[in-house]
């Protein structure tokens, strides 16, 4: 069975800082990866998705994410971070024999000081 | 927009109480999981369907059984509650197909069990 981490549970960093939070899965299969994220009292909403071609996937809000398969990596990334993007974020993967099934990593909570 | 609603954002339970969860969804979508969310645990699959009467167990379905009487609804059960049912349970549905598609989550209901 697959599974993902996430290393870092939290993070805190001044508005205008770079994010880079890192996500590693074990599945050496075909996978589709995504990035989640619960900005605080809402609902878990897809932040950006890789599925094939570009390893360098784009989301809303200015995030993104590089597939690196020789690291079976997906870290997610944004150059400049701004308070209202304190929320936990979940890197979750789908192997291509999984079906229906994502499996989420433990997520990262993020807190962005104004 | 895809719209996933349960039944109570906030509940309070005693131990050995029969407990329901609601999750109702409004685009006719196939599949409907059940995760509980925990910190550090990020979501983990309790259980899915992907038809009326059909369900699967997921990672952790011990203490929990589901019914799928009607497509749009899928209730979690908790059969006897226990204090380490004490959670976040999220729900969370997605349209059928070959492909990997997107899952629409629900609010959450946070679920404390004294």
């Known amino acids: 069975a697959q599974s993902v981490s996430q290393h870092n549970h939290h993070v805190i960093l001044s508005e205008a800082a770079s994010l880079e939070l890192g996500c590693n899965y074990s599945?050496?299969?075909?996978?589709?990866l995504f990035w989640y994220v619960q900005y605080p009292g809402q609902h878990l909403q897809l932040l950006l998705k890789?599925?094939?071609?570009?390893?360098l996937v784009k989301g809303i809000k200015g995030f993104e994410a590089e597939f690196i398969k020789s690291k079976f990596s997906f870290n997610l990334r944004k150059p400049s971070v701004q308070w209202s993007d304190t929320a936990e974020y979940f890197c979750?993967?789908?192997?291509?024999?999984?079906?229906?099934?994502?499996?989420f990593g433990g997520g990262t909570r993020l807190m962005v000081k104004p | 927009d895809v719209k996933v609603t349960q039944s109570s954002r906030y509940l309070v339970k005693r131990t050995g109480e029969k407990v329901f969860l609601e999750c109702v969804q409004d685009m006719d979508h196939e599949n409907m999981f059940w995760y509980r969310q925990d910190p550090g645990l990020g979501l983990r699959l309790i259980y899915f369907?992907?038809?009326?009467?059909?369900?699967e167990k997921g990672d952790i379905p011990e203490g929990y059984s589901v019914s799928r009487e009607k497509k749009e609804r899928f209730s979690l059960i908790l059969e006897s509650a226990s204090t380490n049912q004490t959670s976040m349970y999220l729900c969370?549905?997605?349209?059928?197909?070959?492909?990997?598609?997107?899952?629409?989550f629900g609010p959450g209901t946070r679920l404390t069990v004294l």
């Open positions: 890789y599925f094939s071609g570009d390893p």
């Open positions: 969370a549905s997605r349209a059928g197909g070959s492909d990997y598609i997107e899952q629409f």
């Open positions: 979750a993967v789908n192997a291509y024999n999984a079906g229906n099934m994502l499996t």
């Open positions: 599945y050496g299969g075909t996978v589709n």
């Open positions: 369907s992907y038809d009326v009467k059909m369900k």
